[in-house]
């Protein structure tokens, strides 16, 4: 009797051992992350000899392997403080785009040292919310070397040896402007194959050109690989002329320094809206990477509508839009 019992006992522990183990391998697995990063984090903290902080960073870099394919782009759109309600719209057209699959896309504004008052405020109150927006060191300029600024300051800001985050911090850096739509979809399909090194990608200027080699990529939307803004921090050939159209000058900075061998001309897939007419404008069509010139609501409303923006609305009995 007493052998009987320990025996159902001793089955009765084993099931129940068995499925403590089988529910700490479903509570790994779904932890599976963050789970690995914290055994090597223990590992190289407290495990690893004098260069354990080599050893860490190695470890940081194999953590974010898993996505090691995911693209980062940093999307600079270059506006001035006071311009809050573009800033707005601009959140909307980027916050509502379906998810972009294989890619980490930061989109920020960019602007020079407030110079106002209540630009105090207003743009802390924005930061504070939306956390999207990049001052850097310069007076506010059109043709200037604000261009200049914002890439040679990128090396720098996002210098994050002590947070330890990957390199390049951004595969591509785009200047952006604010009249431009960009289909972050159809966008990044269009990165997907292209270089991750000395890549210079937009629409070729002038518009009868399809030559990427020759002259340069318009202001309404332009993409360098990160060396290339190492490059421009580095170089002396920017600093010496920084001044005029600056899309332009961009183009001579590359063109006198013999960067941007990789090249990619996305025209027709960029364009300036269809109307009014010229030969830099295209039909609002399927295969569209960015619509430029929205110079008024109109424009982008008809633009809106075109890429069926707005259709996916989840339904609700709180609101009804015909
Ligand atoms: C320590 O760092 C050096 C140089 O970075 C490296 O060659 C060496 O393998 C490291 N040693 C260990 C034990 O990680
Ligand atoms: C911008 O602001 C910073 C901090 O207030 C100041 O140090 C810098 O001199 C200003 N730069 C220009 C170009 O005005
Ligand atoms: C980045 O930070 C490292 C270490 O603090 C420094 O050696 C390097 O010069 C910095 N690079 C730039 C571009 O600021
Ligand atoms: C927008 O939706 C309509 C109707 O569903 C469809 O026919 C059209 O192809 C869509 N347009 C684009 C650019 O996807």
Not at 117 to 146: H, P
Not at 165 to 192: A, C, Q, W
Request: aromatic share 14%; net charge neutral.
């Amino acid at each position: 009797m007493m052998m009987k019992a320990t025996k159902a006992e001793r089955g009765r522990f084993m099931l129940s051992c068995f499925f403590f183990i089988v529910f700490l391998c479903v509570l790994a697995s779904i932890n599976e992350a963050r789970f690995h990063g914290l055994l090597k984090f223990g590992f190289s903290r407290y495990c690893a000899p004098a260069n354990g902080s080599s050893e860490f960073n190695t470890d940081n870099s194999v953590s974010t392997n898993s996505s090691s394919d995911e693209i980062r782009i940093l999307i600079g759109i270059l506006t001035l403080p006071d311009q809050y309600l573009r800033r707005n719209f601009l959140r909307l057209i980027y916050g509502t785009q379906p998810p972009v699959e294989g890619a980490k896309i930061d989109v920020k504004f960019v602007f020079c040292n407030l110079t106002k008052e209540d630009q105090k405020v207003l743009v802390a109150l924005e930061i504070m919310r939306y956390d999207d927006i990049m001052i850097l060191d310069c007076k506010e300029n059109m043709n200037k070397g604000k261009t200049l600024t914002f890439f040679s300051s990128l090396p720098e800001l996002f210098n994050d040896t002590e947070a330890q985050g990957p390199y390049p911090p951004y595969h591509y850096i785009m200047k952006l402007d604010d009249d431009t739509y960009l289909r972050l979809n159809s966008f990044v399909e269009s990165l997907k194959p292209l270089p991750r090194e000395d890549l210079y990608y937009g629409y070729v200027i002038p518009c009868r050109s399809m030559d990427p080699f020759k002259h340069y990529m318009s202001g309404m939307g332009y993409l360098v690989s990160w060396d290339i803004a190492e490059w421009i921090r580095a170089s002396d050939i920017p600093k010496k002329q920084f001044e005029g159209p600056e899309d332009k000058v961009f183009g001579e900075w590359l063109r006198d320094g013999h960067r941007g061998k990789n090249r990619y001309n996305a025209k027709w897939s960029m364009y300036n809206f269809p109307e009014p007419p010229t030969t830099c404008t295209h039909e609002l069509w399927p295969e569209t990477i960015a619509v430029h010139l929205l110079k008024t609501q109109e424009k982008w409303i008809r633009t809106l509508n075109y890429f069926n923006h707005t259709q996916n609305l989840k339904p609700s009995k709180l609101y009804h839009i015909p």
